[in-house]
């Protein structure tokens, strides 16, 4: 497992927190679909560096 991958997914983990709080606060919907497009393309190309 290389560096690059663990950054990529902490990253996307980090931003699928964001997205779950953001929701929660009943958050605009066009912040919760950049934050979730943001993080499944971090941790998809985390775990395809893998």
């Known amino acids: 497992m290389n560096n690059t991958a663990m950054i990529l997914i902490f990253v996307?983990?980090?931003l699928a927190g964001g997205v779950i709080s953001f929701w929660k606060q009943k958050q605009s919907k066009g912040v919760i679909l950049v934050l979730v497009f943001g993080a499944v393309m971090c941790?998809?190309?985390?775990?395809?560096r893998l």
């Open 12 to 14: 996307g983990l980090f």
């Open 43 to 48: 941790l998809a190309s985390g775990l395809m």
